[in-house]
């Protein structure tokens, strides 16, 4: 490890309430980071025959064919610093990582806007916690500890993502990474709030500009911040900036992270004291691998939501009601030495169900489609298992448990989840799915500066 090595981890995410609600800024998001991290690491380019490379290396070691090769150069009009994937080998198709590419371009032009830039060469490194995918076959048969980070022996394409925001957790670390090395302290803190809110607005535009789309980000707000209630910014504030590399494209970067006038202000709002977990309860995530997500269920439901706006709107409402009481009993619990019932909380996790279904029949996209339905209802029959969801968009991916925290319970819930043989509708076979509980649960702390030492290895 080089001696000017910096490190940076940013967690996962699950919205446990406020699917499709949070798209829209008249409603909110409770959302919970997870303890599976992704860890960036940044460090000076080691010299190839005693030649310095002149470029930016970036590696992703626990998947095939994961280096990326970028030259970088000073635009001309205020273009910002372009970066140009190169051939790692003549002969090769040019790999690309659009959310890596993405914010490295971004990150440097807004360094380059903010100071005389002096980038020099460096080598980054990936590591992605094993929650992310699932862990094949072949690895979890061999005996003995698993390695802190699993080399999945397979490209990024072809890794069974579990859901957890791998590329809002990257983008976020991976820029806050860059910036601790390239700029003094004086200049950005991450540990302090404004540090952290250039980088929420600087990694929201440069994942939104990779994914293509402004999405709510709240993947990126519980990157940054943890676990938040989450109301979206504008759409407005990312829409109206040229492309990378095109006059003026490093100003209005600028203006967007820096907020330099009232009128770039951020609208985003960040509740972190509103979002508490009763000691004693802990969040479980589990993975249903039945490969059979329906894909734009956003498109869908908001299409629905526009063509019939007043039931709409009403199950939106007292869907925003009943996450409201939810989040405000878990603080109640969480700040009381005396109330110990969970009564309330079981009563909010099947209110939300209900409407949620509701939501899913009128739209007719499975967001809680009856598989899942007899999962969850599975789940919470066991003692213990306070109340469950389908989170996110919902669909055939995942469900989030909030369960007492002791062994039995997470024993019983094992139990039944190894006997459980998934059935999708979507592509009509019945137990043609797995259920697996994820080694992860609720984080409450957002990016973190990382010892780079204990990479080492
Ligand atoms: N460990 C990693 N190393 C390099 N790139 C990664 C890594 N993890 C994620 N990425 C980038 O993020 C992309 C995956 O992003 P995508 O938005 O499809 O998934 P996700 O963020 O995990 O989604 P979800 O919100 O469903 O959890 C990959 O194709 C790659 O570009
Ligand atoms: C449907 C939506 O509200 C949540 C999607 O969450 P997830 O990717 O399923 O965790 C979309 C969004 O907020 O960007």
Redesign the pocket.
Known sequence: MAPNAVAVSAPG???LA??????DRAYT?LVFGLDARIHVIVQDIATRNGVTLNEIIVTSPQFQDAVWEYGYRLTERDGGIQVTPLRVDATLKLNRNVFVETALGYTLTYIASITTPNVTPASITILADNDYYSTPTSLSAKSGAAPRFHNLGVPISKANKT?L?SSAALVTAFTAALLTYYLPKETIDLSTDSGKRKLHNLAQASHCAAQGKV?????IASAVYGSCLYK?FSPDILSHHVEPGQPKFASQLRHIVDETDEADRWDTEIRKDEVKLPKGLRLVMCDVSCGSQTPG??KQ?LAWRKENADEANAIWQDLQNANDSLAKELRALAESDTRQSYEHLKQGFARIRELIRRMSERSGVPIEPSSQTELIDACEAIPGVVGGVV?????Y??ISLLVEDNETTLNELAKLLSGWTFKSEASGQPGDGRVSMLDVREEMVGVRAEDATSYQG
Do not use: E, I, N, Q
Not at 18 to 23: A, D, M
């Open positions: 995410k699950v919205l406020g699917g499709y609600l949070v798209l998001g859901g925001g999405g709510s980000g709240f993947d979206r269920m956003v439901v989170p996110g968009a919902g669909g991916d995942a």
